[in-house]
């Protein structure tokens, strides 16, 4: 089989100048890195008074070793869609070097439906995920400076507080660490750790601040802990928003790349779906949104996480419209490991698993019809897919009355597409739109928590330790009830059990621990055995990847 990288090497990819022609930006507005990205400066009067582009929001269900394919389907619908004549942008999320060096791999699509350049892009790319590293550390390295010179009775009560550091790295050892031991030039000793970078939330505020000014008030308001006299302190009480501002003044500039065939995209932040909100910057989508008529977006993992936190989190800051519709991508291959069949033999045909795997992607239907939106599900195609399968897959999508569509993009690209483009069409021409979130802002943390668990995981109840009720009664009590809540759990389960596959039912989803995230706008609730700095796998990407004498890097999945 021809891997991606061999596909995009025959590729020539056209200069970054073409491609912000193509929505209307001129060179002036352009800050190159080379001949294929650049970031794009303030772009003005983007569609001169014309209706803002249709927002088309990509998720999955549940996701599986065997991969679902869903980066790779938003690229080749985007390409689809430039096929049939439509002004069409792709906004998606910068890669973080912790999947890219662990277990996922890459994250530039596959096959003909890939962004480029894919290494640059993996890796390094413009040095955002750096620039929100080094903001984070910085506000870590003035928390210790303070307690450093104000000591235990100053303006921070050392125990509590929850700012770690951060590394764009899976680095298990650096889960706790306890820094300041040594004497007192070393600082006050205490416990604290590294969360990765994607899971910062530095890297969640970029992704919502619609500018600056909003960026800066949003890194004013990150909780720190709280003072010894019990009041929460701020980043704001510690005069770090300018510095931390400073080295963001970059990364807030979107990034302007393009598909294999030509159609642009904008790769701007990356927080994690499973502990953050899961979505590009709301400022990339908003310009793309002013650009084309149609702008797709992809949000992380599945219904229950990505499109969740989409619709809860960033549609509800206002800044963006909700999506005209949604595509919902699904695999034969999944379909099987949720009806019970092992890894390897999943290219066997088994309609029986198909069947009995088809709850999972049920329950996925629902929870888009809950938020009311369009959708169209798109089966991903495999060539290991049997006439019988497809069919029997279609039939189940019917029998649940939903629009379904095959997308064949890896092996053609956008011609692969084009099924599923029409049906999407179709699908915003006409089926209502009736969205709504989840759950009012007035209702409390408990509440909404137990919302998101009943109604979009299925579960049957809610539980947690004393303590951590406590902890979110505490939040309330300062003032943050109001917010939205960003679950933290497993991807590859609708429980909190990643073992639970298929569709979870009679279950109680724990709770572990709850986190402000202030500046970000959400309380972060941990559930079940979720890490927010993961860990390599025993056979780590890493160990593939390689620099040739050309100066080429192979490997990179």
Not at 526 to 537: E, K, V, Y
Request: proline content about 4%; hydrophobic content about 40%.
């Amino acid at each position: 089989m021809v891997d991606d990288r061999e596909i995009a090497s025959k590729i020539k990819l056209k200069p970054i100048e073409d491609i912000a022609e193509k929505l209307g930006i001129n060179k002036e507005s352009l800050e190159k890195y080379g001949l294929y990205k650049a970031k794009i400066l303030q772009v003005e009067g983007s569609k001169k008074g014309a209706q803002e582009g249709k927002l088309i929001m990509v998720t999955a269900m549940t996701p599986t070793p065997a991969g679902e394919g869903k980066t790779t389907t938003s690229i080749g619908l985007a390409d689809a869609m430039s096929q049939l004549g439509k002004k069409t942008a792709v906004a998606l999320r910068e890669p973080s070097l912790g999947p890219v060096f662990g277990m996922k791999g890459g994250a530039t699509g596959g096959g003909h439906a890939q962004v480029a350049p894919r290494a640059e892009i993996n890796l390094h790319f413009t040095g955002d995920i750096h620039a929100v590293t080094a903001s984070h550390n910085l506000l870590a390295a003035v928390v210790d400076n303070r307690l450093h010179f104000d000591g235990a009775c100053g303006l921070l009560d050392s125990r509590t507080i929850s700012w770690k550091r951060v590394m764009d790295m899976d680095d298990r050892v650096l889960r706790e660490v306890v820094v300041g031991i040594g004497g007192p030039l070393r600082g006050l000793a205490r416990e604290t750790g590294f969360d990765i970078t994607a899971a910062s939330e530095i890297m969640a505020i970029l992704c919502l601040a619609k500018d600056l000014n909003d960026l800066k008030d949003r890194l004013g308001n990150i909780f720190i802990g709280y003072s010894p006299d019990k009041e929460p302190v701020f980043a704001r009480d510690l005069n770090a928003v300018g510095a931390m501002a400073a080295l963001l003044k970059d990364a807030l500039k979107p990034n302007l790349v393009q598909t294999l065939e030509g159609t642009p995209a904008l790769i701007h932040g990356g927080p994690f779906a499973n502990i953050a909100h899961g979505t590009n910057s709301i400022i990339a989508t908003k310009m793309a949104l002013g650009l084309a008529d149609f702008v797709v977006t992809e949000t992380g993992f599945a219904s229950d996480l990505g499109a969740e936190k989409f619709f809860d989190i960033v549609v509800r800051t206002g800044h963006i419209p909700p999506p005209a519709a949604c595509v919902l991508v699904a695999t034969i291959r999944a379909l099987k490991l949720h009806g019970g069949v092992k890894l390897d033999e999943v290219q066997e045909e088994n309609v029986e698993a198909v069947e009995k795997g088809f709850p999972n992607l049920k329950k996925h239907i629902e929870n888009l019809r809950i938020f009311g939106v369009p959708f169209v599900v798109a089966l991903n195609h495999f060539s290991s897919d049997t006439k019988e399968e497809v069919e029997r897959f279609i039939q189940l999508c019917h029998e649940e009355k939903a629009r379904v569509a095959l997308s064949n993009v890896w092996a053609e690209g956008g011609k692969g597409g084009t099924e599923l483009a029409k049906e999407l069409i179709r699908a915003m021409k006409k089926d209502e739109n009736n969205f709504e979130f989840l759950y009012p802002p007035e209702i409390s943390l408990l509440g909404k928590i137990e919302t998101v668990a009943k109604k979009i995981y299925g579960a049957d109840a809610v539980a947690m330790e004393g303590k951590i009720k406590r902890r979110i009664l505490r939040i309330e009590k300062n003032g943050f009830g109001h917010l939205p809540v960003c679950i933290a759990k497993t991807q590859y389960s609708l429980s909190d059990d990643d073992e639970a596959l298929g569709r979870p039912r009679d279950f109680t989803l724990i709770v572990t621990d709850a986190t402000l995230s202030s500046g970000a706008g959400f309380v972060v609730v941990s559930c079940g055995d979720i890490m927010t700095m993961p860990g390599l796998p025993k056979s780590p990407a890493a160990e593939r990847i390689d620099l040739n004498e050309e100066g080429e890097i192979t490997g990179l999945s």
